[in-house]
């Protein structure tokens, strides 16, 4: 059974920082590339970072320099570090496995407000 679990989220003032955590079972971690996605009320959900199964890094304009995706394939877990957090970040972010099939994890809410 394959699961994603992300934690880390919370309540953050502007200018702060959030370190997010998914951890993988079921899956060859390190053979998926991995992405952090976020969706705000009422908007679609879009990308965030993306890390390739061989670590190369993709980030969403919205967040380069800011944000830094990582992963661990001894841990089976990806992080993305968010730094410089705007009230715009706000969202539930969720954690993305691809290789051949797509799995998803449950969400975490992260709030920037003062």
């Known amino acids: 059974q394959v699961q994603l679990v992300e934690s880390g989220g919370g309540l953050v003032q502007p200018g702060g920082s959030l370190r997010l955590s998914c951890a993988a079972s079921?899956?060859?971690?390190?053979?998926?590339?991995m992405g952090w996605y976020r969706q705000a009320p009422g908007k679609q959900r879009d990308l965030v970072a993306l890390?390739?199964?061989?670590?190369?890094?993709t980030y969403a304009d919205s967040v380069k320099g800011r944000f830094t995706i990582s992963r661990d394939n001894v841990k089976n877990t990806v992080y993305l570090h968010m730094n410089s957090l705007k009230p715009e970040d706000t969202a539930v972010y969720y954690c993305?496995?691809?290789?051949?099939?797509?799995?998803w994890g449950q969400g975490t809410q992260v709030t920037v407000s003062s």
């Open positions: 079921g899956i060859i971690f390190s053979n998926y590339a």
């Open positions: 890390i390739s199964s061989r670590g190369s890094t």
């Open positions: 993305r496995a691809t290789q051949y099939v797509d799995y």
